[in-house]
């Protein structure tokens, strides 16, 4: 006979009663005491007692992100990679990292277009065509007036579910992001100079 026991138990062995005797009780359990089991063996009986297996330590405690601001999203690797390949301008740049800035949870940004240049200090104008571009290029799409939401494939704020059910609101409108090639820049384009007046 196998007993498993927990971890700090004991067993008491009950001496065999004789025929026509009345069986021993068992030995009072002394102050403490827990997960006491007691037996009656009869000769040539045994008893093997194995204890309840160690416990498995606690695992460690996932560390907390500690980012400038206790804030943070996730995005593509991938696009920061080939980002400086898609020839942005360095508004575009500006109006780009605004609006993954601005996001609230789901990819959400609440803004408008005259909001934008007045926080960048451009036009409404220069605003509006920096956006389009990135709304052409599937970046982001316009939900609508003064909000925005961000494609949740490129960066995303919030959890794994979240971020899937925002996949799933996505319009089939929206252009599949196709990436430059290459492993070198092209060059940045420059302003034609101007002509000298005669």
Do not use: C
Not at 116 to 125: Q, V
Not at 138 to 147: A, C, K, Q
């Amino acid at each position: 006979m196998v007993i498993s026991a927990s971890k700090g138990g004991r067993v008491v062995r009950l001496p065999a009663s004789r025929p026509g005797q009345p069986a021993a009780p068992p030995p009072a359990e002394p102050a403490g005491a827990h997960n006491v089991v007691a037996i009656r063996l009869q000769p040539g009986e045994t008893v093997a007692v194995n204890p309840a297996p160690e416990p498995e330590p606690a695992s460690p405690k996932r560390e907390d992100f500690d980012f400038l601001g206790h804030t943070f999203y996730m995005a593509s690797k991938e696009l920061s990679a080939k980002l400086p390949f898609i020839g942005l301008t360095a508004t575009e740049y500006d109006v780009w990292h605004t609006m993954l800035g601005a996001q609230l949870k789901g990819g959400i940004v609440p803004i408008t277009v005259i909001k934008l240049g007045e926080r960048l200090g451009i036009g409404r104008k220069e605003a509006g065509e920096a956006l389009a571009r990135f709304l052409d290029m599937g970046f982001m799409w316009l939900e609508r007036r003064g909000r925005y939401r961000i494609n949740p494939r490129i960066a995303f704020w919030g959890s794994s579910a979240e971020q899937q059910r925002a996949l799933a609101l996505m319009p089939d409108s929206i252009p599949e992001i196709r990436l430059p090639e290459g492993e070198v820049r092209p060059p940045r384009r420059t302003r034609r100079p101007k002509l000298e007046s005669l």
